[in-house]
């Protein structure tokens, strides 16, 4: 099987790095699934989401991507998030609090920054595969 | 004599309690060298990656965005200057508040108007103290930068910049005084003055020490905005040339890059990502230096105390051995007396 360099990159570290066979993401304009040898493209990614990636060796992962580019050549991706994290390093009932608690909030008064935690809370339950309600 | 002695005593008891505290903050901050060094490398990817985005961007055809075409008139400059909360440093701050004043000379000299984003309490206490007045002020952080703190003060910059020099804006500071949680450290963010808005700018500066080395790290400022992509084209070209050897036509590739959203819409959400970027680089280099340049403080102060405790100690026992050379002197004297 073809396969891919792909990059995890946070601003703090560098979160997975090995070859793929698959990375699926959403971009601020729709969904997109990148296989190997796709044309170079530069997108920028939702402020909250969730990046999934198809190492050739191994289970596939998420990743919870905040505040991301994507930089996709024919033989590598690279994933740029402010903040990254891997599904295995969620805290599952943190990002439930979380999501109660700015659900909460947004009910009483509509503030930006509790939509963005509850963007942020959703995208890390829906990394660790939780269901959650759009 | 005994009260020469006792005196001597107590003073080199008190400078090896000095030398073990000096001591304990050298070993401190060597291991916090490595750990920030180790941030810094950590950060490069990102940092390198990000810079390639950007000049894919821009050659793709946003060249006339903000951020990249220089002002026809700049009329203020926005200076943000690195510094570190606490002293027992050396001359780390001095170096970059020297380098700071350099700066704003030639800005002056330019005919342009400088304006102050001072991070870290050494830095703010130096210009409250002359009264020059500061657009912004952060500090708590300077020792263990994380990446919060880079994005909230880069944030502003990215708004006093995007205004420009004519303008003016009013920022939010709602999140004046929050404390850190998990630590007893305050992360303090002071608004020039209640509910004012701060100066535009036109260019973006940071003057901040460069960690070059264990021993050598060295204050300097750079231009952050407007970008030159010219001077960092260079280098990429390079990198693109080795690593067009090994993939064959990577450069005419690089052409093709298609982009989502569209090039000038995408540079509108990077410019404020890559000041974000520049800050924190700038603050885990600034961090790394301020720990080396501890170190060495602590250790020349250690070291000092130690000499001074060895003389002392020589002083002494010259004092107790003239005591008993007294003592004995007396003695025998005394007894010959009585023995005539």
Not at chain 2, 49 to 58: D, G, I, K, N, Y
Not at chain 2, 174 to 203: N, Y
């Amino acid at each position: 099987m073809a396969e891919m360099q792909v990059d995890v990159v946070g601003v703090e570290k560098k979160i997975w790095s090995g070859e793929a066979s698959f990375v699926s993401a959403r971009t601020v304009e729709g969904s997109i699934g990148i296989l190997p040898g796709h044309e170079p493209l530069i997108a920028e990614l939702r402020e909250s989401g969730v990046v999934r990636v198809d190492p050739t060796d191994g289970e596939s992962f998420h990743v919870a991507a905040f505040g991301g580019f994507l930089s996709v050549t024919a033989e590598s991706v690279t994933v740029l998030a402010e903040l990254a994290e891997l599904a295995s390093e969620i805290d599952v009932a943190q990002a439930k609090d979380d999501l109660r608690e700015a659900e909460n909030y947004i009910g009483e008064s509509d503030d930006q920054e509790w939509r963005i935690a509850r963007d942020r809370a959703r995208a890390r339950l829906q990394a660790a595969g939780e269901s959650v309600e759009q | 004599m005994a009260a020469n002695l006792r005196v001597l005593r107590r003073r080199i008891k008190s400078t090896k309690n000095i030398a073990q505290i000096t001591k304990a903050m050298e070993m401190v901050a060597a291991s916090r060298i490595s750990k920030a060094q180790a941030r810094v490398e950590a950060s490069r990817p990102y940092a390198d990656e990000f810079t390639h985005v950007l000049q894919t961007a821009a050659r793709a055809g946003a060249s006339d965005h903000p951020l990249l075409t220089p002002r026809e008139e700049p009329k203020r400059v926005g200076i943000v200057v690195v510094t570190s909360d606490r002293g027992l440093c050396g001359g780390y701050n001095a170096n970059v508040l020297r380098e700071t004043e350099r700066l704003v000379r030639r800005v002056s000299d330019e005919g342009k108007e400088s304006v102050l984003f001072v991070i870290g309490g050494k830095g703010t206490a130096y210009f409250r103290f002359r009264n020059r007045e500061m657009a912004g002020q952060f500090t708590g952080f300077s020792e263990v930068p994380d990446y919060a703190n880079a994005a909230h003060a880069a944030d502003h910059l990215t708004a006093a910049f995007l205004a420009g020099g004519e303008d003016e804006v009013s920022v939010e500071w709602d999140d004046d005084e929050h404390a850190d949680s998990g630590a007893d450290r305050k992360t303090m963010f002071r608004a020039p003055k209640e509910s004012e808005g701060i100066p535009g700018i036109d260019e973006i500066h940071v003057v901040f020490t460069q960690f070059r080395s264990m021993l050598t790290q060295s204050a300097i400022s750079l231009q952050v905005a407007p970008l030159d992509l010219e001077s960092d084209e260079e280098s990429s070209e390079d990198e693109g040339r080795s690593s067009s050897a090994d993939s064959g036509e990577g450069a005419e590739r690089e052409a093709e890059y298609a982009f989502e959203p569209e090039p000038e819409v995408l540079f509108d959400s990077l410019l404020p990502k890559y000041v974000r970027a520049r800050v924190f680089a700038a603050l885990l280099d600034a961090a790394a230096s301020e720990s080396a340049a501890r170190q060495r403080a602590m250790k020349a102060a250690t070291d000092n105390a130690n000499d001074l405790v060895d003389n002392l100690v020589r002083e002494s026992n010259q004092a107790r051995q003239a005591q008993i050379t007294q003592e004995i002197s007396e003695i025998v004297g005394g007894s010959d007396a009585l023995a005539q």
